[in-house]
């Protein structure tokens, strides 16, 4: 495995290269991220895993100087799940210019963009930056940031990017908690209180499930559950998987998404659901 800082030494070494596959990462890597890469292996060679934390998705206020910069440690893990590049750019590198451009994605505004704004122009933005750095035929995204998958897919749909974007699915710890990096800031209470995200999503799939379509209800309901046992709840919310909007009469494909904090960290995490039909 090569550890890579600098544009010009990954254009060099991936000159030539038609399959590669890219999986974009913050790094502090957890076993969802190595899953990605294993995914990523399939579809091409090689595999490159990006690691840049990217101070343009994070507002005023977020955890952008604390999250976790691991380099060494996600090197060893990386190189232990075969990944044949490591592209870990400085912030000059990336960012080489003080004005940037910038992607302004539909829906950057909506669901998690409402309490995060400017985050989705800045995920866009990197991504794009990285796939025209790295020029993968494929890249790898988590659907725990489904959000963030349904953006992307836009992103390279609508600028008509010669890249597949695969989805990974979310990787759980035993009782259920989506695997995050963010996991590391909770206390060993808030940790045990965590899976109830999960827990709330999947009663509210469960009714869709079984025929419920009272989505403004369920959506009550699942807010209600999580704010008396503490959380702060930024939305829960039943969407259209093709849409990514309130879900149309006729449509069957839906998910059930949800953002809320335990403390001072956000979790987020979805499930999709077809109604009627079983989770
Ligand atoms: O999902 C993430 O870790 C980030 O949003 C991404 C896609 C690597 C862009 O910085």
């Given at each position: 495995?090569?550890?890579?800082?600098?544009?010009?030494?990954?254009r060099?070494?991936l000159?030539?290269e038609?399959?590669t596959?890219?999986?974009?990462?913050?790094?502090?890597?957890?076993?969802?991220?190595?899953?990605?890469?294993?995914?990523?292996?399939?579809?091409?060679?090689?595999?490159?895993?990006?690691?840049?934390?990217?101070?343009?998705?994070?507002?005023?206020?977020?955890?952008?100087?604390?999250?976790?910069?691991?380099?060494?440690?996600?090197?060893?893990?990386?190189?232990?799940?075969?990944?044949?590049?490591?592209?870990?750019?400085?912030?000059?590198?990336?960012?080489?210019?003080?004005?940037?451009?910038?992607?302004?994605?539909?829906?950057?505004?909506?669901?998690?963009?409402?309490?995060?704004?400017?985050?989705?122009?800045?995920?866009?933005?990197?991504?794009?930056?990285?796939f025209n750095m790295v020029r993968p035929r494929?890249?790898?995204?988590?659907?725990?940031?489904?959000?963030?998958?349904?953006?992307?897919?836009?992103?390279?749909?609508?600028?008509?990017?010669?890249i597949?974007?695969?989805?990974?699915?979310?990787?759980?710890?035993?009782?259920?908690?989506?695997?995050?990096?963010?996991?590391?800031?909770?206390?060993?209470?808030?940790?045990?209180?965590?899976?109830?995200?999960?827990?709330?999503?999947?009663?509210?799939?469960?009714?869709?499930?079984?025929?419920?379509?009272?989505?403004?209800?369920?959506?009550?309901?699942?807010?209600?559950?999580?704010?008396?046992?503490?959380?702060?709840?930024?939305?829960?919310?039943?969407?259209?998987?093709?849409?990514?909007?309130?879900?149309?009469?006729?449509?069957?494909?839906?998910?059930?998404?949800?953002?809320?904090?335990?403390?001072?960290?956000?979790?987020?995490?979805?499930?999709?659901?077809?109604?009627?039909?079983?989770?």
């Open positions: 495995m090569r550890l890579i800082h600098t544009v010009a030494e990954l060099a070494a000159a030539g038609h399959q596959a890219l999986v974009p990462t913050m790094g502090n890597l957890h076993e969802g991220h190595i899953a990605l890469v294993g995914q990523a292996r399939q579809a091409g060679r090689p595999a490159v895993a990006s690691l840049f934390v990217n101070p343009l998705q994070f507002g005023a206020g977020e955890d952008f100087e604390r999250y976790p910069r691991t380099l060494a440690a996600d090197c060893e893990r990386l190189d232990a799940a075969g990944t044949d590049i490591v592209f870990a750019p400085g912030l000059a590198e990336m960012y080489p210019e003080p004005q940037t451009y910038q992607v302004l994605p539909p829906l950057a505004d909506a669901l998690c963009g409402e309490t995060r704004p400017g985050h989705f122009q800045g995920v866009a933005t990197v991504v794009l930056k990285l494929y890249s790898v995204f988590g659907k725990k940031d489904y959000q963030q998958l349904f953006i992307l897919k836009g992103m390279v749909r609508q600028f008509n990017l010669p597949e974007v695969l989805a990974g699915e979310t990787v759980r710890a035993e009782d259920g908690l989506a695997l995050s990096s963010r996991n590391g800031y909770l206390s060993a209470r808030e940790r045990a209180e965590a899976p109830r995200l999960y827990a709330v999503l999947e009663a509210a799939a469960a009714r869709i499930a079984a025929g419920e379509r009272d989505w403004r209800g369920l959506e009550a309901a699942a807010r209600a559950e999580l704010e008396a046992r503490g959380w702060t709840v930024d939305y829960v919310s039943v969407r259209s998987q093709a849409s990514l909007l309130a879900p149309g009469p006729d449509e069957t494909a839906l998910v059930v998404l949800a953002a809320a904090r335990l403390g001072g960290t956000r979790l987020i995490d979805n499930i999709e659901v077809r109604t009627g039909l079983g989770v």
